[in-house]
């Protein structure tokens, strides 16, 4: 009998443990999903639909013009990519730091990552002005290489507010605020086609393919300032915004970020200039272009496809941060996997819809049989290995997250330059495979670099991820005149009064008194737990505050500045009265419950603590 009530107990633990488990399997599927067909839609709109309408405008006007833009949109992508790939270090950065509560850490990343963004749009402002000097020198056509250089010279005007906009964009996504991105993106390609209608046409000769990068660039120009003006109306900075801090020009701040930022770059940019050479093999293939052609259709449906994968990708990468950041890795691991079955899903389901539409697909760009018949031999092989690819794109947005940045750079130049290049090479010329040996080299290169991140995710020690990013996140430094001056920016703002907290009627309302302060950052509640068990006396004195802060945390409404540390040097003690020091300036802290931006129905936040 006892043994019986052994197992029945033991029974119903491990019932109560696996409803428990799948409760929260269920909830971050949600948030996953919730996160990822924003993201989704949002890069077919910003980074790939003003491309596929490009092509399309200029591809009734002119064979060798679809080729030149073709070029210019490969080559002007895998530049690019040098500094869009910089920004991904937000992916570790902001969404860990979010994850830990470290909200000015936020915001300083924001500013470094502009700052960044800004240098990197010399570089490639410089290599977009010598596209056709590039393009001639590996061997392409003279027209096609003209084409493409002016095709990149009107991208030009719209480059800087195209880079500031994904710094904002990642900005917000790693807080959870997707919406912002796909307003954006309809509006950008809205008039994106608005404006090729009115400068892309026969009546414009051969000004008409630069009119479509025109249109393009003013897109983008609007698209910045929307972007600035959504987050200034609703209010999206005020959380992490403490206005321009001199502590972003650190060099210790610069290092962290283009420790993360260099191996992010080279890890998208590897595989964007690995595209990019198999476009020049394709140049050099056959008659008439029309290897290139049916390369460039290729592959600009496979970005488009690729796109739902990416956004998948994304979402993991800014929830596995958030949830390593928080100290919660075992989730961590679990959303990883949860990822990765949803993006086998979604391609399995795309390369069948692919292969069989596979003799339709060419004609939405060209008119031309012979470049519909190549495309429809290339496709299939494209279905195939976009299975795969979607696969690796989840794990590259895994290993985003954890910070372990250096490691998808690896897998990405092995994968393309180790595999995929050098096979294609011999399957194109040598065995004659033509345009379609080319793809079976990427195959077998994706297919590769899939399997070696399984492995690695397999391996990894969670724990110590988890540890890394505690570490990352907690030691930041910000200036006390700056953080001051923030804090009696934001006060004056909301009229230094406590949102959520109630006043009896008639009583004018709390107000703050913000006075010299250091607040020191520290993300996990037994700390605070342990801080607060301390002082009686600063619980007895401290009591009302304590139920306002009751009330405002079961409303949600309150995500703290729980304790940021300005110094990771001088440790702070509290003591048992209201004030406690460091340094010798009086300072004061703020309390709350971490949570993530998407669990909260009100976006407010009280910076203010009365006193």
């Known amino acids: 009998m006892g043994k019986f009530e052994e197992i029945k107990i033991f029974s119903k633990k491990s019932l109560s443990f696996l409803q428990e488990q799948y409760q929260l399997s269920e909830k971050e599927l949600i948030i996953l999903l919730k996160w990822s067909i924003p993201l989704i839609i949002s890069n077919l709109l910003n980074n790939v639909s003003y491309l596929f309408v490009n092509l399309i405008f200029v591809g009734k006007q002119s064979a060798d013009q679809l080729a030149g833009v073709a070029l210019s949109n490969t080559w002007t992508y895998c530049t690019m990519s040098l500094a869009t790939g910089l920004a991904n270090a937000m992916d570790t950065l902001v969404s860990q730091s979010f994850g830990a509560n470290n909200l000015p850490l936020v915001g300083l990343t924001l500013q470094r990552a502009s700052i960044v963004s800004s240098i990197s749009f010399f570089i490639v402002t410089a290599l977009w002005c010598i596209t056709e000097k590039f ?37 917000l996504q790693c807080q959870g605020v997707m919406w912002p991105s796909i307003v954006v993106g309809f509006i950008m390609n809205a ?14 000769g051969d000004f008409s393919y630069k009119g479509a990068s025109l249109a393009t660039s003013i897109s983008r120009i609007l698209a910045f300032f929307l972007m600035l003006a959504i987050i200034k109306i609703w209010k999206l900075h005020d959380e992490t915004w403490f206005g321009w801090q001199r502590e972003c020009l650190s060099l210790q701040g610069f290092k962290e970020y283009l420790k993360l930022g260099g191996p992010a770059s ?34 600009n449906f496979t970005q488009l496809t690729y796109q739902f994968p990416s956004g998948i990708s994304i979402a993991t990468s800014v929830r596995v941060g958030q949830l390593l950041g928080s100290k919660k ?40 049989e012979e470049v519909v018949k190549t495309v429809a031999r290339i496709l299939p092989i494209a279905a195939l290995f976009q299975i795969f690819d979607g696969g690796q794109t989840i794990f590259q947005g895994v290993v985003r997250g954890m910070g372990r940045v250096i490691t998808g750079a690896v897998c990405n130049f092995v994968a393309f330059y180790a595999i995929s290049i050098p096979l294609s090479a011999v399957f194109a010329f040598p065995l004659d495979k033509g345009v379609e040996g080319l793809w079976w080299g990427l195959c077998v290169g994706l297919v590769s670099i899939c399997v070696i991140l399984i492995i690695i995710i397999f391996r990894v020690d969670w724990t110590s991820e988890m540890d890394k990013a505690v570490e990352r996140t907690k030691s930041i430094h910000l200036p006390q005149a700056d953080l001051e001056k923030g804090l009696e920016m934001q006060a004056t703002q909301d009229n230094c009064t406590t949102d959520g907290v109630s006043t009896s009627e008639g009583s004018s309302p709390t107000t703050v008194k913000i006075t010299s302060e250091t607040i020191v950052q520290e993300s996990y509640d037994d700390e605070i737990n342990d801080k607060s068990s301390n002082s009686d006396a600063d619980n007895k004195n401290n009591n009302s505050d304590d139920d306002d802060d009751d009330d405002i945390k079961s409303n949600k409404k309150r995500r703290g500045y729980n304790n940021y540390r300005t110094s990771s040097h001088n440790q702070m003690r509290a003591h048992s009265n209201n004030n406690f020091r460091t340094n010798s300036h009086n300072n004061f802290r703020t309390t709350s419950s971490p949570d993530f931006r998407n669990d909260v129905p009100d976006q407010s936040v009280n910076r203010c603590h009365p006193q």
């Not at 393009?135 to 003209?146: E, N």
């Not at 595989?271 to 198999?278: Q, T």
């Not at 961590?332 to 949860?338: F, N, T």
Request: glycine share 6%.
């Open 329 to 368: 890795e075992s989730m961590a691991k679990r959303v990883s996997w949860m990822a990765f079955i949803i993006a086998l899903i979604f391609m399995g389901i795309i390369a069948i819809i692919q292969y069989t539409c596979r003799h339709v697909i060419g004609y939405i760009y060209s008119d031309s």
């Open 191 to 204: 008039f994106n086609v608005l404006f090729n209608f009115l400068f892309v046409g026969e009546n414009y």
């Open 135 to 171: 393009l001639l020198l590996v061997g392409q056509d003279s027209d096609v290489s003209y084409y493409a250089q002016q095709y990149s010279l009107y991208l030009l005007p719209g480059l800087w507010f195209y880079l500031q906009t994904n710094v904002l964009q990642k900005y």
């Open 266 to 299: 080279i890890q998208h940019a590897s595989e964007a200039i690995g595209f990019e050479v198999l476009t020049i093999l394709a140049g050099l293939l056959g008659p008439a272009n029309v290897p290139l052609d049916a390369h460039s259709v290729t592959y």
